[in-house]
């Protein structure tokens, strides 16, 4: 029989909290991550991030930057279709598809 987690989150949730409170140290000012295979400076698939603020303003950042968050949010959901893009809300924690034309 499974153990329950009486009071306390489903481990997978406090892994992405913790994620995403590393992200928004990495990145400050950041609401959102856009997170892609799709980097525009490659014509091959290569994981690539975007940041906006809570104005909906891109926020600039490193292409390392932008690498290194991708590989970390990629490896935390290794199940999403990655085919499609993906917005990391960074205060739930909360992956979800890209909307249309963002």
């Not at 992200?23 to 000012?29: A, S, T, V």
């Amino acid at each position: 029989m499974p153990a329950t987690h009486r009071g306390t989150a489903h481990p997978d949730q406090e892994r992405h909290r913790r994620l995403a409170s590393r992200l928004n140290d990495m990145i400050p000012g950041a609401a959102t991550l856009r997170i892609s295979l799709t980097d525009p400076n490659h014509r091959w698939p290569h994981p690539h991030a975007s940041a906006v603020d809570t104005a909906g303003q891109p926020i600039d950042i490193t292409r390392v930057t932008a690498k290194v968050a991708a590989c970390w949010v990629l490896r935390m959901w290794p199940d999403a279709d990655w085919s499609l893009p993906h917005t990391l809300d960074l205060d739930t924690a909360e992956l979800a598809l890209a909307g249309r034309g963002r």
